[in-house]
């Protein structure tokens, strides 16, 4: 048996981050933009996909490229675009994989989540249900297909609760799930550690020094880019939310800290000022 790798980016519309501006790069289907084979061997799917109908779709496309059976899905978080979709895999009696912070995510908030998504998915939430996923680990899971070894890692605390990368040591990729970011600027959520995120980034993503890295959101890139537009972002945002505090700044003048490097980032206006201000709460408290 051999294994497919397939790269799909899936918009997960959101309250957030949906536009109707945005223009669908595959009208044909309900995925945003056509899944691409990167190396021609798996199915290991990563990620649920953000409703049972999206991933529906994307077992579509995967059929047109491969015949094998889908042998396993791994969520790379709890959030909706990670897991939602794990009904339709469920349904097919296909394994799911998640990290045990994760799944308590999905067991404590996921009805929450759901519902969100019914309310601007509307009718295309139709047939999508929480399933917690069957198999958990902790740190590390190993898992062979087709000759192909996958080493699924939680190498810390970083982006939320139970970032999950996949490393593929013998190619040299990293499917990295949040804790990198290239294209859109990192959303920083309430319980989000920057410092801790550094750290995982910095002492363990970093030192496995992947060749490709495939982000949670975006294109297929390497390393040098997600560091820049991860590591090298939230150090630049602590860095200057505590030029702003030792200069005795409040709450609502950390929202207004000089982010412009950073402008040309999908997502700039709906998460910068944000950003600022939950990481001013982490910071004030360190």
Same mark, same amino acid.
């Given at each position: 048996m051999r294994t497919t790798l397939i790269v799909s980016s899936i918009l997960a519309a959101s309250a957030s981050f949906a536009s109707e501006d945005? =223009?669908? @790069?595959?009208? @044909? #289907? +309900?995925?945003y #933009? %056509?899944?691409v084979e990167v190396i021609p061997h798996g199915v290991v799917v990563i990620n649920g996909s953000a409703s049972a109908r999206l991933a529906a779709a994307l077992h579509q496309e995967i %059929? @047109?490229?491969t015949d094998k059976p889908v042998k396993l899905v791994i969520n790379e978080n709890g959030q909706g675009h990670a897991m939602l979709g794990n009904s339709y895999w469920a349904d097919l009696g296909v394994d799911i994989l998640a990290? +045990? +912070? =994760?799944?308590e995510e999905v067991e404590e908030n996921g009805d929450f989540i759901? @519902?969100?998504?019914q309310r601007y998915n509307r009718d295309k939430a139709e047939g999508t249900r929480v399933v917690i996923p069957n198999l958990s680990f902790s740190d590390r899971y190993d898992y062979e297909l087709g000759g192909v070894k996958f080493e699924i890692l939680h190498l810390g605390p970083a982006h939320g609760p139970g970032d999950t990368q996949v490393w593929i040591p013998q190619w040299g990729m990293m499917i990295a799930g949040d804790i990198a970011f290239h294209e859109r600027m990192p959303p920083i959520f309430e319980d989000t550690c920057t410092s801790c995120w550094i750290d995982t980034f910095e002492n363990a993503f970093m030192a496995l020094n992947p060749t490709y890295v495939i982000p949670g959101h975006g294109h297929p890139t390497n390393l040098a880019q997600v560091t820049r537009y991860t590591r090298d972002y939230l150090v630049d945002l602590r860095e200057k939310i505590a030029g702003h505090m030792d200069n005795g700044g409040d709450l609502a003048g950390a929202y207004y800290v000089d982010q412009d490097r950073w402008r040309h980032l999908d997502t700039f206006e709906e998460l910068a000022t944000k950003n600022a201000g939950r990481v001013y709460a982490e910071m004030e408290f360190e």
């Amino acid at each position: 048996m051999r294994t497919t790798l397939i790269v799909s980016s899936i918009l997960a519309a959101s309250a957030s981050f949906a536009s109707e501006d945005i =223009a669908d @790069q595959y009208p @044909q #289907s +309900e995925l945003y #933009s %056509k899944p691409v084979e990167v190396i021609p061997h798996g199915v290991v799917v990563i990620n649920g996909s953000a409703s049972a109908r999206l991933a529906a779709a994307l077992h579509q496309e995967i %059929k @047109q490229v491969t015949d094998k059976p889908v042998k396993l899905v791994i969520n790379e978080n709890g959030q909706g675009h990670a897991m939602l979709g794990n009904s339709y895999w469920a349904d097919l009696g296909v394994d799911i994989l998640a990290h +045990e +912070e =994760a799944i308590e995510e999905v067991e404590e908030n996921g009805d929450f989540i759901l @519902q969100g998504m019914q309310r601007y998915n509307r009718d295309k939430a139709e047939g999508t249900r929480v399933v917690i996923p069957n198999l958990s680990f902790s740190d590390r899971y190993d898992y062979e297909l087709g000759g192909v070894k996958f080493e699924i890692l939680h190498l810390g605390p970083a982006h939320g609760p139970g970032d999950t990368q996949v490393w593929i040591p013998q190619w040299g990729m990293m499917i990295a799930g949040d804790i990198a970011f290239h294209e859109r600027m990192p959303p920083i959520f309430e319980d989000t550690c920057t410092s801790c995120w550094i750290d995982t980034f910095e002492n363990a993503f970093m030192a496995l020094n992947p060749t490709y890295v495939i982000p949670g959101h975006g294109h297929p890139t390497n390393l040098a880019q997600v560091t820049r537009y991860t590591r090298d972002y939230l150090v630049d945002l602590r860095e200057k939310i505590a030029g702003h505090m030792d200069n005795g700044g409040d709450l609502a003048g950390a929202y207004y800290v000089d982010q412009d490097r950073w402008r040309h980032l999908d997502t700039f206006e709906e998460l910068a000022t944000k950003n600022a201000g939950r990481v001013y709460a982490e910071m004030e408290f360190e």
